[in-house]
């Protein structure tokens, strides 16, 4: 157990609605990362945020959304979704603004736009 | 050309083999070099990471960067069963965004 908490674990929805996956960092993590995997892409970041700010973006639709709360916990919003934004979407944390020595990843949001 | 490569396998071995998983980039700038494993429906996990060159060994995992040839390995010895999984290697640069780049995995079966 990584200590990252994601919900829900599965979601299944109708292209064009909007749906929030929700991530709790890792206790102490300042820094939450999301990233989305499909088969045909590999892992993509797409934003960070640290202790509340965002701190860098990635490949990041403008149909996407981000937060982080003041308990750190944070958000992803996609809205107006398509068939193409069925994927693995994770979220991870690290206790500074860098991934390059440590980060640890939920267990992932699996999301079918059907 | 993508910054990193990785060949996605899959790579089948048998039980008790050295596994040898590899990653080439482009961007002279990477000075972190880290691996991954994903089990199936799990998020992946960090195995270890080397900053700049050289080797890294952890009890039957060895990380291997030769920064001359832009070529990083991650050596498994004695592999077992429960070593199969898919292998992202990730690199990352010291300045400027603290955002590793990933392969696009290595997948790993270990055969009894």
């Known amino acids: 157990d990584s200590g990252v908490t994601q919900t829900p674990k599965h979601l299944i929805t109708a292209t064009g609605q909007r749906v929030t996956l929700r991530c709790s960092p890792r206790s102490g993590d300042l820094s939450v990362y999301w990233y989305q995997q499909s088969l045909d892409q590999g892992l993509q970041f797409l934003i960070q945020?640290?202790?509340?700010?965002?701190?860098a973006k990635g490949n990041i639709l403008e149909r996407f959304s981000a937060q982080q709360f003041p308990d750190l916990h944070s958000e992803l919003n996609l809205s107006s979704l398509e068939l193409g934004d069925s994927a693995l979407y994770f979220c991870?944390?690290?206790?500074?603004?860098?991934?390059?020595?440590?980060?640890?990843f939920g267990q992932g949001t699996r999301l079918t736009v059907v | 050309q993508k910054e990193v490569e990785q060949d996605p396998g899959p790579l089948s071995v048998p039980e008790g083999a050295i596994v040898s998983l590899n990653c080439t980039y482009s961007n002279s700038a990477f000075q972190y070099f880290m691996w991954y494993r994903q089990y199936s429906r799990k998020g992946p996990e960090l195995l270890m990471y080397?900053?700049?060159?050289g080797n890294k060994e952890d009890g039957r995992f060895t990380a291997q960067v030769d920064k001359s040839s832009k070529y990083i390995s991650l050596f498994i010895r004695d592999s077992q069963p429960s070593d199969s999984a898919t292998y992202l290697c990730?690199?990352?640069?010291?300045?400027?965004?603290?955002?590793?780049?990933f392969g696009r995995g290595t997948s790993l079966i270990v055969h009894p």
């Open positions: 945020y640290y202790n509340g700010e965002e701190r």
């Open positions: 990730a690199m990352g640069a010291s300045g400027g965004s603290y955002i590793p780049t």
């Open positions: 991870a944390s690290s206790a500074t603004g860098s991934m390059n020595t440590e980060a640890f």
């Open positions: 080397t900053y700049s060159s």
